[in-house]
């Protein structure tokens, strides 16, 4: 399997508001940036997005490592969010819908075909890469202002 790292990240003016997403994929030496946004949404529809359009661009099941700032993606995977989720029919532990379900869905889809590890990193710290998504998501977003 091909090894890939995934450094994602999203930005919103407003929540809700305009937002942007982007991607940065790399293996073997080779870089991809990927980015987009959408006139009004909000920040963790555009955190789910920036991981769901990179894991779309992988064309064959790979080893992935995702690093995000985003807590809310890392720990629905990492703290059993999306098993509790799924097992209460898509409902919180309060007994409300799940928000963004439709995005969680599509992101667990497209994440069981590949073998992920999830890294949370600190965001606007001292992680370029994390800080360069940062940038692309920022001025995807700035398109829709």
Known sequence: MKEVIIY???ACSGNPGPGGWAALLQHNG???TIAGGEPLTTNNRMELTAVIEALRALKEPCKVVIHTDSAYVHNAFTAGWLEKWQRNGWKTSSRKPVENQDLWRE???LS???RVK???VKGHANDALNNRVDEL???AMEQFK
């Open 112 to 114: 069981r075909r590949h």
């Open 107 to 109: 992101l667990l889809d």
């Open 118 to 120: 999830w890294v949370k």
């Open 8 to 10: 994602t990240d999203g």
């Open 30 to 32: 080779h870089e991809k």
């Open 137 to 139: 998501a920022v001025a």
